[in-house]
């Protein structure tokens, strides 16, 4: 059973930055790798980035690019996401996720956070 607890959410100014941070217990960190999702009210959750088991392999939804940065420290057993340039469409409830098996769809996600409230005004 793998636990994970989000934090560093809160409430910024159009073009500030956050950083997130994921916690996890349980489990072989390493063995998983980590995604970021998001769910505005009334939405969907929409990817948001993945990093790979050793933080090799990033990857990153267009909307995010060139603004978001995705990170993990295995010895920490954390993941974070850094976000520059924050617009007021990134509002949205953040989440995390550990997944360790593929399917065509992409990445099965077997462990989730509660997640973390991210709000950004004009």
């Known amino acids: 059973q793998v636990q994970l607890v989000e934090s560093g959410g809160g409430l910024v100014q159009a073009g500030g930055s956050l950083r997130l941070s994921c916690a996890a217990s349980?489990?072989?960190?390493?063995?998983?790798?980590m995604g970021w999702f998001r769910q505005a009210p009334g939405k969907e959750r929409e990817f948001v980035s993945r990093i790979s088991y050793r933080g090799g392999v990033r990857n990153y939804a267009d909307s995010v690019k060139g603004r978001f940065t995705i990170s993990r420290d295995n010895a920490k057993n954390s993941v974070y996401l850094e976000m520059n340039s924050l617009k007021p469409e990134d509002t949205a409830v953040y989440y995390c996720?550990?997944?360790?098996?593929?399917?065509?769809?992409?990445?099965?996600?077997?462990?989730w956070g509660q997640g973390t409230q991210v709000t950004v005004s004009s």
């Open positions: 349980g489990g072989t960190f390493s063995n998983y790798a």
């Open positions: 996720a550990a997944g360790s098996r593929w399917a065509l769809s992409g990445l099965e996600y077997d462990y």
